[in-house]
């Protein structure tokens, strides 16, 4: 993750050095693979610099390009995606990440720890500086919809002093899709949940399927949304979430693309499933959008089926 903030910038960490090779590569150099990240300083910690000048210029251009239009306002970072894994396969490889989860777990758990080391380090540096912003308002949580809630912030909040108390916070592994729900709290949810403990609501996941590993998420303080992406089977989420949860649920966004847009279809399959869904608390998130064929108009026809099938529902 790059904690980058358009109020500030900072020296971000990375896996660096002149040598184009993996992770994984890099250990088979090296005889103590555990004590690779570090000794080789491969994953740095990140430093927070905020730059008031440079700030206060680009507020006033925004000032004045939208003056008449919109208010504009000047505010800190509102909010975190936590994904150390979307990082980690992209430095490792997909396949040698997971054969290492079985060959090389030490290894893992090693890198890992440095990693969410970095960012907590990061997230720290953060709320000293009181450089957040809330964000129980026009603002996207996670993979899921917009973040308001009465919930937030907490009773003793200091608008002030924005702490992460007072925010949402997020995590997922979407990589995780086939691990065994045993295995993602090993190696994902353990490290996870030092993050997300520091928040006062969390959301957690994006496109993998987690109608199988409720059991394991509920171990994650203050959680209040889980994401149910197209490949879940929605009667096992809603037995295993009752009430407890919200269902952030997304339906397949492949109706847009193809030629086969088909409004009766799009009504049959979301008032199926959403009869599925009547006893819980759900929310509808069309995500993934990559085509709409340059028919936008679509994206509204289907907004507007979604809520005439949700208020039959309800």
Same mark, same amino acid.
């Given at each position: 993750?790059?904690?980058?903030?358009?109020? /500030?910038?900072?020296?971000?960490?990375? =896996?660096? &050095?002149?040598?184009?090779?993996?992770?994984?590569?890099? @250990?088979?150099?090296?005889?103590?693979? @555990?004590?690779?990240?570090?000794?080789?300083?491969?994953?740095?910690?990140?430093?927070?610099?905020?730059?008031?000048? =440079?700030?206060?210029?680009? %507020? !006033?251009?925004?000032?004045?390009?939208?003056?008449?239009?919109?208010?504009?306002?000047?505010?800190?970072?509102?909010?975190? $995606?936590? @994904?150390? #894994?979307?990082?980690?396969?992209? $430095? #490792?490889?997909? !396949?040698?990440?997971?054969?290492?989860?079985?060959?090389?777990?030490?290894?893992?758990?090693?890198?890992?720890?440095?990693?969410?080391?970095? %960012?907590?380090?990061?997230?720290?540096?953060?709320?000293?500086?009181?450089?957040?912003?809330?964000?129980?308002?026009? %603002?996207?949580?996670?993979?899921? &919809?917009?973040?308001?809630?009465?919930?937030?912030?907490?009773?003793?909040?200091? *608008?002030?002093?924005?702490?992460?108390?007072?925010? $949402?916070?997020?995590?997922?592994?979407?990589?995780? +899709?086939?691990?065994?729900?045993?295995?993602?709290?090993?190696?994902?949810?353990?490290?996870?949940?030092?993050?997300?403990?520091?928040? &006062?609501?969390?959301?957690?996941?994006?496109?993998?399927?987690?109608?199988?590993?409720?059991?394991?998420?509920?171990?994650? *303080?203050?959680?209040?949304?889980?994401?149910?992406?197209?490949?879940?089977?929605?009667?096992?989420?809603?037995?295993?979430?009752?009430?407890?949860?919200?269902?952030? $649920?997304?339906?397949?966004? /492949?109706?847009?693309? /193809? &030629?086969?847009?088909?409004?009766?279809? =799009?009504?049959?399959?979301?008032?199926?499933?959403?009869?599925?869904?009547?006893?819980?608390?759900?929310?509808?998130?069309?995500?993934?959008?990559? +085509?709409?064929? %340059?028919?936008?108009?679509?994206? #509204?026809?289907?907004?507007?089926? @979604?809520?005439?099938?949700?208020?039959?529902?309800?």
């Amino acid at each position: 993750m790059n904690f980058s903030d358009p109020a /500030g910038q900072i020296k971000d960490y990375a =896996v660096t &050095g002149d040598e184009k090779v993996t992770l994984r590569e890099l @250990a088979d150099q090296k005889a103590d693979i @555990a004590a690779l990240p570090v000794q080789k300083e491969k994953i740095k910690m990140p430093e927070v610099v905020f730059d008031e000048k =440079v700030t206060e210029i680009k %507020y !006033q251009s925004m000032v004045d390009i939208f003056d008449g239009i919109l208010d504009v306002e000047k505010g800190g970072m509102p909010g975190f $995606w936590f @994904a150390p #894994w979307d990082e980690l396969v992209r $430095w #490792w490889g997909v !396949q040698d990440a997971m054969i290492d989860l079985m060959d090389r777990p030490k290894l893992v758990h090693r890198v890992l720890e440095r990693l969410t080391g970095a %960012y907590l380090k990061g997230l720290d540096q953060y709320e000293k500086a009181n450089l957040m912003s809330l964000n129980n308002c026009n %603002y996207r949580i996670g993979s899921g &919809g917009l973040g308001y809630t009465d919930e937030l912030p907490v009773k003793d909040f200091d *608008p002030d002093n924005i702490r992460t108390a007072d925010l $949402w916070g997020c995590s997922t592994a979407q990589i995780f +899709s086939c691990v065994s729900p045993k295995m993602h709290y090993e190696f994902a949810l353990q490290c996870e949940i030092r993050w997300m403990e520091r928040f &006062g609501l969390n959301y957690y996941g994006c496109c993998e399927p987690l109608d199988r590993k409720i059991d394991v998420l509920d171990k994650i *303080p203050n959680l209040l949304k889980i994401s149910m992406s197209p490949r879940v089977d929605l009667d096992r989420a809603s037995e295993k979430m009752a009430r407890d949860y919200v269902i952030s $649920w997304k339906p397949k966004p /492949g109706i847009f693309a /193809g &030629g086969s847009w088909d409004p009766k279809a =799009v009504r049959t399959d979301l008032s199926q499933s959403l009869k599925k869904l009547r006893n819980d608390v759900v929310e509808i998130i069309m995500k993934d959008v990559s +085509s709409v064929e %340059y028919k936008p108009q679509h994206l #509204w026809e289907w907004s507007q089926i @979604a809520v005439e099938e949700a208020e039959t529902v309800v």
